[in-house]
């Protein structure tokens, strides 16, 4: 129960609220003892595009051919058997890949820092010119967002990660309490149906950009990134370096486009 506070009206009442809660994630090759990457507090669901998702945003997996299969924890030894997930390769795993760089991830801020800048940059492939999308395409983007998150609805607690066609057409939308992992959920699923890189498409977050999303973005091809807030510095910078277009403030009949502007058919040169 909660006490809602309205101006002078007070009222006792039930209340729905994001899930959160932690999962590690293990990676194991062919005969190898599982390696424990990271572990991510996130809302329930999804467990296996989280994982492959992170692990392939991450530079640590480069494609869904490397994977034999995703297992969850085990019911008998686990409260919530979902609180692992043990991503099995058909490659051996490189520990040393993970040994300098001691992931630690939260709900509220992802992977970033000014050093992965240029590690980024090496891994992401080029990304193609197309398409040109009118204004009126990204107007009609987070209405279209908003009308997926079912959870969203119920809660008010969650971030969205939407990706959709050039015409405007939602192909996939997943929810999280944290930005990254709605991104990373969103990014394995698609790695894991064979549709990336995810060239021609527009990635919109619910929330702000921040660099660790246009590095997630990069790595998956995107050509466009949309948020409803606003970038950081640092994730301008990067989207510049990388050739994405970046848009912010994205809200009713504005935005700002900052880096690559000639992907939006504004009318001006």
Same mark, same amino acid.
């Given at each position: 129960?909660?006490?809602?506070?309205? +101006?002078?009206?007070?009222?006792?009442?039930?209340?729905?609220?994001?899930? *959160? *809660?932690?999962?590690?994630?293990?990676?194991?090759?062919?005969?190898?003892?599982?390696?424990?990457?990271?572990?991510?507090?996130?809302t329930?669901?999804?467990?296996?595009?989280?994982?492959?998702?992170?692990?392939?945003?991450?530079?640590?997996?480069?494609?869904?051919?490397? &994977?034999?299969?995703?297992?969850?924890?085990?019911?008998?030894?686990?409260?919530?058997?979902?609180?692992?997930?043990?991503?099995?390769?058909?490659r051996?795993?490189?520990?040393?890949?993970?040994?300098?760089?001691?992931?630690? @991830?939260?709900?509220?801020?992802?992977?970033?820092?000014?050093?992965?800048?240029?590690? &980024?940059? &090496?891994?992401?492939?080029?990304?193609?010119?197309?398409?040109?999308?009118?204004?009126?395409?990204?107007?009609?983007?987070?209405?279209?967002?908003?009308?997926?998150?079912?959870v969203?609805?119920?809660?008010?607690?969650?971030?969205a990660?939407?990706?959709?066609?050039?015409?405007?057409?939602?192909?996939? @939308?997943?929810?999280?309490?944290?930005?990254?992992?709605a991104?990373?959920?969103?990014?394995? +699923?698609?790695l894991?149906?064979?549709?990336?890189p995810?060239?021609?498409?527009?990635?919109?977050?619910?929330?702000?950009?921040?660099? *660790?999303?246009?590095?997630?973005?990069?790595?998956?091809?995107?050509p466009?990134?949309?948020?409803?807030?606003?970038?950081?510095?640092?994730? &301008?910078?990067?989207?510049?370096?990388?050739?994405?277009?970046?848009?912010?403030?994205?809200? +009713?009949?504005?935005?700002?486009?900052?880096?690559?502007?000639?992907?939006?058919?504004?009318?001006? @040169?």
């Amino acid at each position: 129960m909660v006490t809602a506070v309205r +101006g002078t009206d007070v009222r006792t009442r039930p209340d729905r609220l994001a899930g *959160e *809660e932690p999962m590690a994630i293990r990676v194991a090759g062919p005969g190898q003892a599982p390696i424990d990457i990271a572990v991510t507090m996130r809302t329930p669901g999804h467990e296996a595009e989280l994982a492959v998702g992170f692990l392939y945003a991450e530079g640590l997996i480069s494609g869904a051919d490397e &994977v034999a299969g995703v297992e969850l924890g085990n019911p008998g030894a686990l409260s919530r058997p979902d609180d692992e997930v043990l991503v099995r390769l058909r490659r051996p795993f490189d520990a040393g890949l993970v040994a300098d760089r001691h992931f630690a @991830v939260s709900s509220a801020c992802g992977i970033c820092g000014k050093a992965a800048l240029d590690d &980024v940059h &090496v891994r992401a492939r080029p990304i193609p010119n197309g398409p040109v999308i009118p204004p009126g395409i990204l107007w009609s983007l987070p209405a279209r967002l908003r009308e997926a998150q079912a959870v969203f609805e119920a809660t008010g607690g969650l971030h969205a990660a939407g990706l959709f066609e050039a015409d405007g057409t939602l192909i996939a @939308v997943r929810e999280d309490i944290g930005r990254h992992n709605a991104l990373d959920k969103l990014i394995g +699923g698609r790695l894991l149906a064979g549709e990336l890189p995810l060239h021609g498409q527009i990635l919109l977050m619910s929330g702000r950009a921040g660099f *660790e999303l246009v590095q997630k973005a990069a790595v998956a091809g995107a050509p466009i990134l949309a948020a409803v807030s606003a970038p950081s510095d640092l994730a &301008v910078e990067a989207a510049e370096r990388l050739g994405m277009t970046l848009v912010g403030f994205l809200r +009713g009949d504005g935005f700002n486009v900052y880096t690559r502007p000639d992907r939006v058919a504004t009318g001006r @040169v």
